[in-house]
């Protein structure tokens, strides 16, 4: 039976894991951290949002961007500072303008390919993640946002996604507990929510029961090829206090590892440019029936302020947003929580905001917004990441393509396995690269 190894142990990494078990592949997932789940695939928006597929490769972005640049408590945050990853990120950015169209509808496809395999595995392996199925309802205050809106929608249109237009008295209608002033929006009713966090975990436990390994808090110190698989070098961050590195021999590797990504396409001498660009969450405690009724079920994308919300059972309410480039810094920072915990304060007065949990992580970036589906230079290696702020939306669907991208391989390396397929998110054969 064919190993291979799964670097990353996130939202990306698990369903990839599980996609391949399901087509009789033998999985070991390595992670730096003790538990699957524990970095980016923590506290996000809570969103799986197929209306939110447009790249952020835009004239308009970047205007806005330049302004925000100059407010602390804007959408947007860079630090000037100079960095040659991140400016020469910012020009490739720039570049991939030119496929903004073409980009946001694939983008949409792969989402709306996704859903379908993230709910059957949810069902298969009975695991609770807070789902909610009423729709995201994306709200604007001015006109000018509400008609670059109405672009968005015949792009998401071509894709295959339904998205309504609705007034200001079909907001209130769609989410009562909604207050001010809006010009207009757009309600996606296939849309969904549910926590990531606890998805990842429950998706984690049917791998082990499917016979995957875990390696846990293992640092990669490196990768070389030997004959015709790889061997990881990598050490113990529990157990071993020696500095000594474990070894581990595979057939074949898929890199699954968020913002670490580029650097273990280094170590196998590839580039993937990724840049961590940060968001911030806070997750509001609802503890009385009050607070509980004044917070929306539906979920929310405040265009104008690029804030999202997800319901995450009866007396959770997740909140996310921002954009900072500021490298691999995971620090929580006040003034960038402020405006999260502002706005629920200002749309949902009624609801308690004494009890709430910040939380920041890294959403891997690539500069034309497109997650790497892709076989890597050498034999038996590939890659599923750069997914950005849609890891969560497009994660079952990217799983899939990759296990596709393994089993039609043509390299000696890799022996398919015979077990039968679970399908696919695609109905072609992917080629041995792929830029979903």
């Not at 100079?82 to 020469?88: G, L, M, V």
């Not at 920041?360 to 702020?389: C, E, W």
């Amino acid at each position: 039976m064919t190993t291979i190894a799964v670097i990353g142990a996130g939202i990306t990494g698990i369903t990839t894991a599980y996609s391949l078990l399901k087509r009789g592949f033998d999985v070991v997932v390595l992670d730096r951290h003790r538990y699957p789940a524990m970095d980016t695939s923590f506290a996000n928006g809570g969103q799986l949002s197929a209306c939110n597929a447009e790249v952020w490769n835009n004239t308009g972005t970047v205007m806005k961007g330049l302004k925000w640049m100059l407010k602390k408590d804007a959408p947007l945050l860079v630090n000037p500072l100079p960095s040659w990853h991140k400016y020469s990120w910012m020009g490739e950015f720039l570049y991939a303008i030119r496929g903004y169209e073409t980009n946001t509808i694939e983008t949409a496809r792969l989402a709306i390919a996704a859903r379908e395999h993230l709910f059957k595995w949810a069902n298969e392996e009975h695991i609770d993640f807070d789902l909610e199925e009423r729709g995201i309802l994306h709200v604007y205050q001015s006109k000018a946002g509400f008609e670059s809106g109405l672009a968005v929608s015949k792009m998401l249109a071509k894709a295959g996604l339904e998205r309504s237009t609705v007034t200001p008295e079909e907001i209130r209608a769609i989410e009562p507990t909604l207050v001010g002033k809006f010009y207009g929006g757009f309600f996606t009713p296939s849309d969904a929510t549910g926590d990531i966090h606890k998805f990842t975990r429950g998706l984690a436990k049917a791998c082990e029961r499917l016979g995957a390994k875990f390696i846990m808090e293992a640092e990669l110190k490196d990768i070389k090829q030997q004959g015709n698989g790889h061997t990881l070098y990598y050490q113990s961050l529990a157990h071993d206090s020696s500095g000594q590195n474990s070894a581990l021999s595979v057939d074949a590797l898929v890199v699954c590892a968020g913002v670490g990504s580029r650097k273990v396409a280094a170590m196998l001498g590839d580039r993937i440019n990724i840049y961590p660009v940060k968001g911030y969450s806070i997750t509001v405690n609802l503890e009385d029936e009050a607070s509980q009724a004044a917070a929306p079920w539906v979920s929310l994308l405040d265009e104008e302020a690029k804030i999202v919300t997800s319901r995450l059972g009866k007396d959770r309410l997740r909140v996310a947003g921002t954009a900072e480039y500021n490298g691999e810094n995971r620090n929580i920072r006040a003034d960038r929580i402020a405006p999260l915990t502002n706005w629920v304060r200002r749309n949902f007065h009624e609801a308690a905001t004494d009890n709430v949990i910040p939380w920041a992580g890294l959403r891997p970036m690539m500069p034309d917004m497109m997650p790497r589906i892709k076989a890597g230079s050498k034999p038996g290696v590939f890659y599923n990441t750069g997914h950005g702020h849609l890891g969560w939306t497009l994660s079952a669907a990217t799983a899939q393509l990759v296990t596709d991208l393994i089993v039609a391989t043509e390299e000696p390396t890799i022996q398919v396995p015979t077990s039968s397929s679970t399908g696919s998110a695609s109905a072609h054969t992917p080629p041995k690269e792929v830029k979903a």
